[in-house]
């Protein structure tokens, strides 16, 4: 073992303690047991020795050191014992405690939420040293407990107070000249269809009927990239943010309020500036046409989805003709991307109705409409039609240098399994060279509608995609089957979007950037991008959780309709469906039989009765505890 090579990769360490090494080296992760991780951190870049595989032929290692950290900074709880102040962290991944100096503290008192700066960790020492480096507020507390979501993972809330300065000076009239560069279509009819609470609109459509029977639908989006020049701290301080943070019950935007409230924003009955995609369709919504470039427009009505969907479902009302064909226009579009093997995921938003101190009342689904449906379409197209058009028109013969909107084929051993799971159910999987065309997943999608393996199927799907990522470099959009995408539409909310406009600009320009430079640096920001988008998901993912553990709280011992929704060599996770709140039922719960857990199956079987629970099947459950500062909730099987 020790002339063999360092191998370097990213640690995962789950709530035990259990580290899990994913390295491109590698085909498969190595397991770190709690022993072997020395002084590493969930998420740590780290180099490994690979040790002799475990009795169930795992491949184990050992760290041998940490090459980089993933966080400086870390989260939690101060705790105090034996006259030692500690950080309990809120990751329970984090699987030690920090050891802090009275005069580290910042004045910060026993149970308030804190920031933790590491300054110290050697492997001969049994804890890392930290300091407070900021202070959030008491445990408990809705705003301390959102703003504590959004440090684990590095993000900030507040701008700087130079960055809002900088946004203030950004004059509100727009120039003579600058409108003598742009299309006009002030004088086309123009709408925007947000949700009811939005206050940023970055997307407006305009339609017009042609003489020649087709139809100009124009997507404009808001131009950001006007307003947010390269080279300054504004776009400096949006590059590093990349995304705006959805939370439960706030959002944390990506750009100052002036600019993405107001100057940016496509409000009704205002002149604003827009880059658009402008499309003809012909009545069977083909693209026989298009255009790009920069506009003016003048919306003449903000709709709600509702109040679009009302005028739909009455089939009168303002625009109703023009709502209609367009909505006609876009499940043409729909019907063909099916067609091509776009995959469809159908799943209700759950949204919760809070109190002023964020204690959730209610839950309530968010049903997707033909509105939602509608919009989502030519925000498809838009993002289709720029990226086949850069690629397509290339500058000196070369690939134009583009900002991809990528999804990979799913990982190959999960599709095996999905393959042998199908199989039980009748249905076939057709795999080639360990892949599966998206069209095939589609299609099971399909077959599977209304039957009992509909849950277990589609769940197992899900999970069986690859994340969509940003890149310089194409290899298309798996789960949309598209050859061709890129994000153009939100670049209120997205700093994807801006470096596309910005790209796309040049190129209408012919002024294309070139080498391996600037290509270096497009992709590293896609990477930074990517990962921020990452963080933001989870930050939400966070907050959604953290109410459902509080509104399961106000109901322990009561009884609930549930689907198992993962299944564990330790038990089974159901989710609750009024609230879609996810739970553990532990295996040594079960008392009714011993369990053994089918891997390949998915399935826990009853040895000595042959009882199965499987993905998807439903239960009635009844809440026992929950855990606030771990975000846990723990149930128990009452009826099947």
């Known amino acids: 073992m020790k002339d063999q090579k360092e191998i370097m990769g990213t640690i995962s360490i789950n709530s035990k303690g259990v580290g899990y090494v994913t390295s491109e080296e590698l085909e498969e992760d190595v397991i770190i047991t709690p022993e072997n991780l020395k002084n590493v951190l969930h998420r740590d870049t780290v180099a490994i020795e690979l040790l002799p595989k475990d009795y169930n032929r795992r491949q184990e290692g050992s760290v041998i050191r940490v090459v980089s950290r993933a966080s400086e900074t870390y989260v939690g709880t101060i705790e105090t014992s034996e006259c030692h102040y500690w950080l309990k962290s809120d990751d329970r991944r984090i699987h030690v405690r920090f050891l802090m100096a009275q005069n580290d503290l910042m004045n910060a008192k026993v149970g308030e939420k804190v920031v933790v700066k590491m300054l110290d960790w050697s492997t001969t020492e049994q804890f890392p040293a930290g300091k407070v480096v900021e202070v959030l507020g008491i445990a408990g507390d809705n705003n301390v407990e959102m703003k504590a979501i959004l440090r684990s993972q590095g993000l900030a809330d507040k701008f700087p107070r130079e960055i809002e300065k900088e946004v203030e000076?950004?004059?509100?009239?727009?120039?003579?000249?600058?409108?003598?560069?742009?299309?006009?279509?002030?004088?086309?009819?123009?709408?925007?269809?947000?949700?009811?609470?939005?206050?940023?609109?970055?997307?407006?459509?305009?339609?017009?009927?042609?003489?020649?029977?087709?139809?100009?639908?124009?997507?404009?989006?808001?131009?950001?990239?006007?307003?947010?020049?390269?080279?300054?701290?504004?776009?400096?301080?949006?590059?590093?943010?990349?995304?705006?943070?959805?939370?439960?019950?706030?959002?944390?935007?990506?750009?100052?309020?002036?600019?993405?409230?107001?100057?940016?924003?496509?409000?009704?009955?205002?002149?604003?500036?827009?880059?658009?995609?402008?499309?003809?369709?012909?009545?069977?919504?083909?693209?026989?046409?298009?255009?790009?470039?920069?506009?003016?427009?003048?919306?003449?009505?903000?709709?709600?989805?509702?109040?679009?969907?009302?005028?739909?479902?009455?089939?009168?009302?303002?625009?109703?003709?023009?709502?209609?064909?367009?909505?006609?226009?876009?499940?043409?579009?729909?019907?063909?991307?099916?067609?091509?093997?776009?995959?469809?995921?159908?799943?209700?938003?759950?949204?919760?109705?809070?109190?002023?101190?964020?204690?959730?009342?209610?839950?309530?689904?968010?049903?997707?409409?033909?509105?939602?449906?509608?919009?989502?379409?030519?925000?498809?197209?838009?993002?289709?039609?720029?990226?086949?058009?850069?690629?397509?028109?290339?500058d000196q013969g070369e690939a134009n240098i583009f900002v991809y909107r990528i999804h990979d084929y799913p990982d190959i051993k999960k599709m095996g399994n999905l393959q042998a799971l199908v199989k039980q159910f009748g249905h076939q999987l057709k795999?080639?060279?360990?892949?599966?065309?998206?069209?095939?997943?589609?299609?099971?999608?399909?077959?599977?509608?209304?039957?009992?393996?509909?849950?277990?199927?589609?769940?197992?799907?899900?999970?069986?995609?690859?994340?969509?990522?940003?890149?310089?470099?194409?290899?298309?959009?798996?789960?949309?089957?598209?050859?061709?995408?890129?994000?153009?539409?939100?670049?209120?909310?997205?700093?994807?979007?801006?470096?596309?406009?910005?790209?796309?600009?040049?190129?209408?320009?012919?002024?294309?950037?070139?080498?391996?430079?600037?290509?270096?640096?497009?992709?590293?920001?896609?990477?930074?991008?990517?990962?921020?988008?990452?963080?933001?998901?989870?930050?939400?993912?966070?907050?959604?959780?953290?109410?459902?553990?509080?509104?399961?709280?106000?109901?322990?011992?009561?009884?609930?309709?549930?689907?198992?929704?993962?299944?564990?060599?330790?038990?089974?996770?159901v989710q609750e469906k009024e609230s879609a709140s996810e739970g553990m039922i532990r295996m040594r719960e079960m008392t009714d039989d011993y369990y053994n857990y089918d891997e390949k199956s998915l399935q826990l079987v009853g040895s000595k009765k042959g009882k199965k629970y499987r993905l998807g099947d439903k239960l009635k459950v009844k809440v026992m505890a929950t855990d606030l500062q771990n975000r846990t909730i723990t149930y128990k099987i009452v009826e099947v």
């Not at 903000?302 to 479902?313: G, K, M, N, V, W």
């Not at 892949?435 to 277990?456: I, N």
């Not at 921020?532 to 106000?554: C, G, H, L, N, T």
Request: proline share 2%; charged share 30%; aromatic share 10%.
């Open 169 to 394: 000076a950004i004059p509100e009239e727009i120039s003579k000249e600058e409108l003598s560069k742009r299309r006009d279509f002030r004088k086309v009819l123009t709408f925007t269809i947000d949700p009811d609470n939005a206050k940023d609109f970055d997307d407006a459509l305009s339609f017009e009927k042609k003489s020649d029977g087709n139809y100009e639908i124009g997507i404009h989006i808001a131009d950001v990239s006007h307003f947010l020049r390269e080279d300054t701290a504004l776009d400096e301080e949006a590059k590093h943010r990349a995304t705006s943070i959805y939370l439960v019950d706030r959002v944390i935007p990506m750009l100052p309020e002036r600019l993405s409230n107001n100057l940016a924003s496509l409000e009704a009955d205002k002149d604003r500036l827009t880059f658009s995609c402008v499309v003809a369709l012909t009545p069977e919504a083909d693209v026989v046409d298009y255009w790009l470039g920069r506009t003016v427009i003048h919306s003449d009505k903000r709709f709600t989805y509702e109040e679009a969907q009302e005028i739909l479902d009455n089939k009168r009302g303002l625009y109703y003709d023009e709502l209609n064909t367009m909505n006609e226009l876009a499940k043409k579009m729909a019907l063909k991307k099916f067609a091509e093997g776009a995959i469809a995921f159908e799943t209700d938003e759950i949204k919760f109705k809070l109190d002023e101190n964020g204690k959730p009342l209610f839950v309530y689904k968010k049903l997707r409409q033909d509105t939602n449906k509608m919009i989502e379409e030519y925000m498809l197209l838009a993002n289709r039609v720029v990226a086949e058009h850069v690629f397509e028109h290339k």
């Open 431 to 573: 795999m080639h060279d360990g892949q599966v065309e998206s069209s095939q997943l589609s299609a099971l999608l399909d077959k599977v509608q209304d039957t009992r393996e509909e849950q277990l199927i589609s769940t197992t799907v899900m999970r069986s995609m690859a994340k969509a990522i940003y890149s310089t470099k194409n290899i298309g959009h798996y789960g949309l089957a598209f050859d061709y995408y890129t994000h153009f539409t939100s670049p209120i909310r997205r700093y994807p979007d801006v470096m596309v406009h910005r790209l796309l600009q040049t190129y209408l320009e012919h002024k294309a950037p070139v080498g391996e430079a600037a290509k270096s640096k497009f992709e590293k920001l896609c990477e930074h991008c990517s990962d921020m988008e990452r963080k933001a998901m989870e930050a939400e993912w966070d907050s959604i959780k953290m109410k459902q553990v509080e509104f399961m709280s106000e109901r322990i011992g009561k009884v609930f309709d549930a689907t198992i929704s993962g299944v564990t060599e330790y038990g089974m996770y």
